[in-house]
């Protein structure tokens, strides 16, 4: 039965704001405990796969170990662990390394945006979204738009006209070479599917 607010004292009001408030920071811990369990169980269970896959060459290896993997675990915890859920398992693994998860974990990055990290190749520009989205608490759809309007690129080059301009200008006259001035790291913003099994590490 809810209360009537005039019946509400300014000391009832404080006390209710704070026990609201202690529910609310509950919640929160219990989501980002429950977010962190599931990071780090998806990617030590791709660990886990990749370990075996490492250990037998034939190329079709992978996808047949994948499928029987998502079977076993689909019969023993339900259909949340089908093929896909699986494979992205296994890419995870080859995509990051352990102090990355710990760092997603530290900064409650969620396994969504891991998954849209995994399809970037480049190794910097994946260092860069994970570093922005995690200093700007992007949703992953808001790094999703991120990535297809061309941020990283767009950053690139403007840090290198920023350097080239320093070096020209007259308190550093030197131009800059044609290995400086190509050196920013201009990467196509085409993603790959994050599906595939056998990524070179």
């Not at 999703?144 to 061309?150: F, G, M, N």
Request: net charge positive; with cysteine; hydrophobic share 35%.
């Amino acid at each position: 039965m809810r209360t009537s607010p005039a019946r509400i004292s300014g000391t009832e009001k404080r006390l209710f704001a704070d026990l609201r408030e202690l529910v609310l920071s509950a919640k929160r811990r219990v989501a980002a405990t429950v977010n962190s369990e599931i990071v780090l169980l998806y990617w030590s269970i791709g660990m886990r796969i990749k370990t075996d896959i490492l250990k037998n060459r034939r190329a079709a290896y992978g996808e047949e170990l994948v499928l029987r993997v998502a079977t076993f675990l689909s019969d023993e915890f339900g259909s949340g662990w089908g093929f896909q859920t699986v494979r992205h398992c296994v890419r995870a693994a080859y995509t990051f390394r352990k102090k990355e998860i710990v760092y997603a974990l530290r900064t409650q990055l969620t396994w969504t945006h891991l998954r849209s990290l995994m399809a970037i190749d480049d190794k910097l520009k994946r260092q860069f979204y994970l570093e922005m989205c995690a200093h700007e608490h992007w949703s992953t759809r808001e790094m999703d738009a991120k990535i297809d309007s061309l941020l990283y690129e767009r950053t690139a080059i403007s840090g290198k006209r920023t350097s080239a301009s320093r070096k020209t200008s007259p308190d550093c006259p030197r131009k800059p070479c044609s290995s400086e001035s190509s050196s920013a790291p201009l990467q196509s913003h085409n993603r790959k599917s994050p599906n595939a099994i056998n990524p070179q590490p």
